[in-house]
């Protein structure tokens, strides 16, 4: 028997994927706690959210760089998450790219959701790259983070047909539905296989 994996959720927006993977461990389908929710951000809504969940929050220290944190931030963040005896890092709408030391503290243990099939559409906005690229088909990846930009291993993937008619913003609720059951189910399986 082993012991339920401890999760810290990161993220900068609203939140949505959080939600979906705390209703699963809620509801039994993800065997799982969320130790902590952190944002780069203090005003993200995602802190509401796991606030109104009763889950302990942080906001990390700021940053010089959009993009990223700064090299003592990335530190605080790692000393934090070992405060808080976190096994597995969830990124979840999360928009800063993940650096050292946080890629070793935590190597394998990573992870992320992007919504696209990787490796089509790497990087920001990819369901308005998948409808200027005029594909039939896109949806969302699951996948391990490492050095390189949504390249880690993939864990699992769930297609979203594109319609005619689709703007940026209908296809993107159109895969957030989708992210909303994949990365639970994907993360279900990921600690399965770890036991
Ligand atoms: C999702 O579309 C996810 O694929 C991307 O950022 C978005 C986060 O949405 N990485 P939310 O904050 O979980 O609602």
Avoid at 40 to 45: K, R, S
Avoid at 167 to 174: F, Q
Wanted: with cysteine; hydrophobic share 50%.
């Amino acid at each position: 028997m082993t012991s339920t994996p401890r999760l810290a959720v990161l993220g900068s927006g609203k939140g949505s994927n959080f939600v979906a993977i705390q209703e699963a461990i809620i509801v039994g389908k993800l065997d799982a706690q969320i130790v902590l929710v952190a944002s780069d951000l203090p005003d993200a809504i995602i802190l509401s959210k796991a606030a109104a969940f009763g889950l302990p929050t942080a906001t990390l220290p700021p940053s010089p760089f959009r993009t990223k944190l700064s090299p003592e931030g990335e530190v605080a963040l790692v000393e934090l998450l070992q405060k808080h005896a976190v096994e597995w890092v969830i990124l979840a709408g999360y928009m800063r790219v993940v650096k050292e030391p946080l890629l070793s503290a935590f190597s394998n243990r990573i992870i992320n959701i992007h919504p696209s099939l990787l490796p089509a559409f790497k990087g920001l906005r990819a369901w308005e790259q998948a409808l200027n690229a005029r594909v039939f088909e896109t949806g969302c990846t699951v996948h391990f983070v490492n050095k390189d930009i949504d390249a880690g291993e993939i864990i699992a993937q769930q297609r979203v047909t594109i319609a005619l008619n689709d703007t940026p913003e209908s296809l993107h609720a159109r895969i957030q539905i989708a992210e909303h059951e994949l990365y639970p189910a994907a993360l279900a399986k990921v600690f399965q296989r770890k036991e």
